[in-house]
């Protein structure tokens, strides 16, 4: 049963169930910002897509051994998550350049990367999830110990991996993406959040096309069709 909200932020709701203080029941909503929600839009069964493309592929992680905070579907745009406290860090994966920091760097969008980039954002509306080197990760109190980071990063890396098989099977690459972590009651590092096309970058493998939140921070028309089609595509996939 679904009890009092907790927390309303730009994507979801989460209320409490009552009886129960170990998981929560989070609700996914229609609305799409983007620039730290500066520009906002919505669809209806946007929500729907991201919880049911964020359950997908939090089965799929959970069958390659990575904990999720994931328990169980309750609709289309509900599900039953394990109640965490959030690392106040915005894990952020790229294997290839895109965006802000391709701009950055003076590179060109899709210039390929030898090996992933794993970088950390303070997650914190007010400053605009600033990035953060591991010593102001550490000043700003955000984990305790550099060890943290390092399994961050390890975790952010092979979550990579398998995500990166997932969308190649679905015709799609995945440029970059932000990953968010909790720990549990008990201490244990979960993945936690949604990972959709609002979090991810993902291009047709075949025609580069751009499938994901840039379609509508870019003003490139076929938001919904795009959301639609990856998760069609990744209920098709073999992985
Ligand atoms: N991202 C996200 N939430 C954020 C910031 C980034 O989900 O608050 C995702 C974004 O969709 C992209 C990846 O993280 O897939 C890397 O984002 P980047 O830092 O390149 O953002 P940009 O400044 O280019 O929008």
Known sequence: MKGELLYEGKAKRMYSIPGRDDVIWVEYKDSLTAFNAQKKSSFGGKGAINAQITSLLYRKLTSF????????DISQHEMICSKVTIIPLEVVTRNRLAGSTAKKLGKEEGSPLKAPLVEFYYKDDALGDPFLSDDQALMMGAVATKAELDELRASAL???KVLQEIFLTAGLELIDFKLEFGRDGRGTLLLADEISPD????WDRKTGEK????RFRRD?????????EVLQRLKGAAV
Do not use: A, W
């Open 65 to 72: 051994g990575i904990p999720t905070h994931f328990v169980e």
């Open 158 to 160: 092979r979550i990579n």
């Open 199 to 202: 979090t991810c970058r993902l």
């Open 211 to 214: 499938m994901d939140k840039d």
């Open 220 to 228: 490139l028309g076929k938001v919904e069709e795009s959301y639609q």
